[in-house]
């Protein structure tokens, strides 16, 4: 998260991409990670990094509180997701000033 696609447009192949596991049965249909907004899309694509990251985050909470999991594991998890994104990528994330 952000995706593999999004990454690679900021030089982070997929091998060195920060990710989480979420359920997906392969073969077969369902299971989170196909509900996740940018799932076989480019939907965050034309996104800044840290927006791009920022509503992945959210998505992934979205769906784990459809589905009653989102407790303390998922949340820790998504806020250690945010800091290695951050501290494995600190020029893909940093914080850039309003004009």
Do not use: C
């Amino acid at each position: 998260m952000p995706s593999a696609k999004h990454m690679e447009q900021h030089g982070v192949s997929r091998r060195d991409g920060i990710a989480i596991n979420m359920e997906q049965p392969v073969p077969g249909t369902g299971g989170r990670h196909r509900e996740t907004f940018t799932y076989g899309t480019q939907a965050d694509a034309k996104m800044a990094p840290r927006d791009a990251l920022a509503a992945g985050v959210r998505d992934a909470r979205k769906i784990y509180q459809k589905d009653g999991l989102y407790g303390t594991k998922i949340r820790e998890g998504l806020q250690e997701l945010i800091e290695k994104n951050k501290g494995a990528h600190p020029e893909v994330f940093k914080k850039l000033r309003k004009k």
